[in-house]
């Protein structure tokens, strides 16, 4: 299963971006898809998911500025950034946990995409 990010770029404190990441393969299930940040010099962290029938999870740093959400047709997730602060600057990267056709499990990241909060 592929990832394909986009929607990362440098916005000025307190603005707005929105991530997508869509899932692309064949005869493939997926059980949770979410997004994770590693920051220079900082461990890689979870910021949201969203599992089975759309049960979210969220870092509490992003709590109440950012929304996950999910298009089940499209294979694809979406995080919506608001009020965005200066560390939030990290590279994002979407993942994915499903299981394929034949019941293998699979885990999936996509390149990462940059987002740099900055005035």
């Known amino acids: 299963v592929q990832l394909v990010e986009s929607g990362g770029g440098l916005v000025h404190p307190g603005g707005s971006l929105r991530l997508s990441c869509a899932a692309s393969?064949?005869?493939?299930?997926?059980?949770?898809m979410g997004w994770y940040r590693q920051a220079p010099g900082k461990q890689c962290e979870l910021v949201a998911n969203i599992i089975g029938g759309g049960i979210t999870n969220y870092a509490d740093s992003v709590k109440g500025r950012f929304t996950i959400s999910r298009d089940n047709a499209r294979n694809t997730v979406y995080l919506q950034m608001n009020s965005l602060k200066p560390e939030d600057t990290a590279v994002y990267y979407c993942?994915?946990?499903?299981?394929?056709?034949?019941?293998?499990?699979?885990?999936?990241w996509g390149q990462g995409t940059q987002v740099t909060v900055s005035s």
């Open positions: 393969g064949s005869g493939f299930r997926i059980n949770a």
């Open positions: 993942n994915s946990l499903g299981t394929m056709g034949w019941g293998a499990p699979f885990n999936s």
